[in-house]
Structures are given as structure tokens and as C-alpha cells.
């Protein structure tokens, strides 16, 4: 039966008190006398000056109380947050424990930093105890084991009581060989100890986790917008060359015209995109978006001609009926719902070359009538907004792929919407597939995606 009680077991065996984590450790516990080190010469100054000017490090007793000081004094500088990444370093290393259980980087709250000091006062603390052992004991121990041997020694008076050389000279070596012993079962039972309390006191708290979260958090959204765009320009760019070519191909003796025309859009394709994925792999490499030769976002008013007849150049026939409305002109359009609604154009247009076997029919227009179903939180018909419908024959052909849910494509494409607070649908609508994308030029509040995807 279970009680629920944890039992701490001790190191034993030769294995755990000496091998290479229990001597880590042992460094460890030593690294911490030495770092406490000039907290107790400031104690012992205070000490020593409190106790009428003399000489502390000249009284046993004075030093334990320098060394009762040195500790608090040494806890109260724990409250700098690097005092937690520097002991998170070393207990990684030192100490085997494994780095997940420890907290990442410097201590934020002061409920870490209250945490960081009690470690900082026993790493610190007991850390000085085993120092001032190892460093007492084996030459005394040393001592006791030669004392039958070398009769000098017991003319020298070291030690006190039984710990010293008046100690009977036959029992003296089992008492070094004690000495030793104990020096290592504290050792070792120490450094066990620091590290089982080492993820409780160095762990993460509540607010490092919701910081790591969130900081993995802003790591997907950027890496999700690297591949949304890496998959709108690269991938639309090899379904148009591809389809150029194919039909390029299939005219090559009857139609050199046509085939200059598909020839001269592979090349601009190409190009084009090589500007794109330069850019993209610039935010990869160095996260800068603003760099001087970075290649200009495209955008419906600057680029939709352009992706059209490259379109048109693959065999495709697309009819596009643009109506700017109340805006005049597309230039007049937020930069930032202007590039959004291109690649999602662009996105539709991708899909209708790898899946579609038609012409393609694309409305887009900006109205002040959008009703508020459209729109996530709309709360009234009066909202200006962009409005993207394309439409084509679904793929019934040997080599049309079938429109399934599940695509990466029109996922990105929902993103992009929902990132304005708008919404795209797709799927089979009166006979055809249909895309419909709602981007509000003007109150949106954050939306959803919606539909199907392929």
C-alpha cells in the first residue's frame, strides 16, 4: 500500500560514493566553499572588529560565528537574478542533474528569487562544511594511519582527545581509516542532497513557464508565417512553371508564339520567386524583415496583373473583375490587406492550376455592405471590407488530384484572414468549388477560419 511518502536513499556502495557523478559532485560542493569565501573574510572582519579588535581566524569559536554571518550575507546577494543562471550552470554540469527539471534563464519573480536564495545560502553553506573537511581531514586521517609506524609522530602533539597523536598507537589507524570514511559518506550524502532539492529550488515557477510558453508560443507564430510563405510563393510558383512547360511543351512545332510567351512567364516566375525566397530565408537567417536589398512583399495593387498572366501563360483562362468601390483604387488599400488578399489570390490561383480543369472566374471588390455574419464580431451591415471570390470547375480529369479538407494551402489562407479579423471558406458550392475570402478594411476584431480546405 501506498502512503505517499517519498524515501530519500542514501548513496551507498563504492560505485555511488566515489565515481565520477559522486566525485562531480564533490567539486560542486567544493566550488561552493570557494565561492563563499569572501562573504566569510567580510564576516570575519565585522566579527572580529564586534568582538574588540582581534584576530577571528585566531578563535575557533569566532570563525563559526564569521561563518553563521557569511551565510545570510551571502543569501541576500542571491536576490540578482544571474545568481540563478550561473547555479543552473553549474548544477547541469556538476551535479547530473537533468536539464529539463531546471529553470531557463534569469530569476524574474521574487518568489524565484526567494527560492534561488535558500539554494545559493546550502550550496554556499554545506558547500564550506565539506571544503573545511576535505581540506582538515585527510591530513589528520594520514597522520593516524602511520602513527604505529613512524614513532616521531607521537612526539608531536596534533589533535585533541582520541583524534590525536596521544591516541593508542593500535587503534589510531582505524580511526584515519574512520576518518576517511566519514569524510566521503559526507561527501557524497551531501551532494545527493543538493542535487534532489536542486529542481525544487532551481525549477521553473508558474511565471517561468507561462514566460517559456509564451516565448515558444511567438517561436510558432513566426516559424507558421515563414511557412505560409515559403509554401504561397514557392509552391504556386512550381505548379504555374510546371504547367507552363507542360503546355509550352504540347505547342512546341504548331505554336512558337505561345510557346515565347510561356518561356518569357518561366522566366519572370522564376524570378520573381527567387526575390521572394531570398527574402524568406533572410528572416531565417538573421530575423531582420527590413533588410535594404530584401525583395518588396507583393500586393494586390502592384502585383495582380503580374500573377495573372502568368496564370494565363500556363493555359489557364482567368477572368478577373476587380472593383475597388469605395476605396478608388487598390493602391488606397491598407499595405497590410493588401498583401494578405494577394497571397491569398494567389493561393486560389495555385489550386486551380493543380486541381481544377476550367476557366477561372475571380470577383474582387470592396464594399461598405458586408453583412456581419462575414466578419467575426461584426455587430452591423455597415462594414467596409474586401471581398475575394473565386470559382472553377472541380477536378474530374485522370490528372486532376481530388479537392480534399486537410490542405496546407487554404490553412494559410484562413490564417492570413483570421489575422484581420476575417474568415475564407472553401468547398463545392452550386456545381463548382468555390473560394470566398471577407477581409474588414476597417474594425475587424480577430476572427476564425471557416470551410474546407485542400
Not at 557523478?21 to 565585522?46: D, I, K
Request: net charge positive; aromatic share 4%; with cysteine.
Amino acid at each position: 500500500m501506498r502512503t505517499g511518502v517519498r524515501v530519500v536513499r542514501l548513496p551507498v556502495g563504492p560505485g555511488r560514493l566515489l565515481g565520477a557523478r559522486a566525485r562531480l559532485r564533490w567539486v560542486h560542493l567544493v566550488l561552493g566553499g570557494a565561492l563563499l569565501m569572501p562573504y566569510f573574510l567580510l564576516a570575519q572582519v565585522f566579527v572580529g572588529v564586534l568582538a574588540g579588535g582581534v584576530n577571528a581566524l585566531a578563535s575557533t569559536p569566532l570563525i563559526f560565528i564569521a561563518y553563521g554571518f557569511s551565510v545570510p550575507l551571502a543569501a541576500a546577494t542571491a536576490v540578482f537574478g544571474l545568481v540563478r543562471q550561473m547555479s543552473v550552470v553549474a548544477v547541469r554540469a556538476l551535479c547530473g542533474v537533468p536539464g529539463e527539471l531546471l529553470a531557463e534563464g534569469p530569476a524574474r519573480s521574487w518568489a524565484a528569487r526567494g527560492r534561488t536564495a535558500v539554494w545559493w545560502s546550502l550550496h554556499l553553506g554545506v558547500g564550506a562544511l565539506v571544503s573545511g573537511m576535505s581540506l582538515a581531514v585527510p591530513p589528520m586521517a594520514v597522520v593516524m594511519i602511520l602513527l604505529p609506524f613512524v614513532s616521531a609522530l607521537r612526539e608531536v602533539p596534533v589533535g585533541s582527545g582520541w583524534l590525536s597523536t596521544a591516541a593508542d598507537p593500535y587503534v589510531a589507524p582505524f580511526l584515519g581509516f574512520g576518518l576517511l570514511a566519514g569524510l566521503v559518506l559526507c561527501a557524497a550524502g551531501a551532494g545527493a542532497l543538493l542535487a534532489r532539492l536542486a529542481p525544487v529550488l532551481l525549477g521553473p515557477t508558474p511565471a517561468d513557464r507561462l514566460a517559456a510558453a509564451e516565448e515558444r508560443a511567438a517561436d510558432l507564430a513566426v516559424r507558421n508565417r515563414l511557412a505560409r510563405e515559403l509554401h504561397d510563393a514557392v509552391g504556386h510558383a512550381l505548379s504555374a512553371v510546371t504547367l507552363q512547360a507542360v503546355a509550352a511543351r504540347r505547342v512546341l512545332d504548331s505554336d512558337p508564339a505561345f510557346v515565347r510567351e510561356a518561356l518569357a512567364a518561366i522566366e519572370d516566375t522564376t524570378r520573381r520567386t527567387v526575390g521572394e525566397l531570398d527574402t524568406v530565408l533572410g528572416l531565417l537567417r538573421d530575423g531582420d524583415p527590413a533588410r535594404p536589398d530584401a525583395a518588396p512583399a507583393p500586393t494586390l495593387a502592384a502585383d495582380l496583373g503580374g500573377l495573372l498572366d502568368r496564370t494565363r501563360a500556363s493555359g489557364t483562362t482567368v477572368s478577373a473583375h476587380q472593383d475597388p468601390g469605395p476605396v478608388g483604387d487598390w493602391a488606397q488599400l491598407p499595405a497590410i490587406a493588401s498583401r494578405e488578399a494577394y497571397r491569398i489570390v494567389q493561393e486560389g490561383l495555385s489550386n486551380a492550376l493543380r486541381h481544377g480543369t476550367g476557366p477561372v472566374e475571380l470577383h474582387i471588390t470592396v464594399t461598405d455592405r458586408g453583412d456581419a455574419r462575414d466578419v467575426p464580431g461584426g455587430k452591423d451591415s455597415a462594414h467596409r471590407s474586401l471581398e475575394i471570390t473565386m470559382t472553377n470547375p472541380p477536378g474530374t480529369g485522370e490528372g486532376a488530384p481530388p479537392r480534399t479538407a486537410g490542405g496546407r494551402g487554404l490553412h494559410g489562407a484562413a490564417e492570413r484572414a483570421a489575422l484581420l479579423g476575417g474568415r475564407v471558406d472553401a468547398g463545392p458550392h452550386d456545381g463548382m468549388w468555390r473560394l470566398r475570402a471577407v477581409l474588414p478594411l476597417g474594425g475587424g476584431t480577430g476572427g476564425s477560419s471557416g470551410g474546407g480546405s485542400r
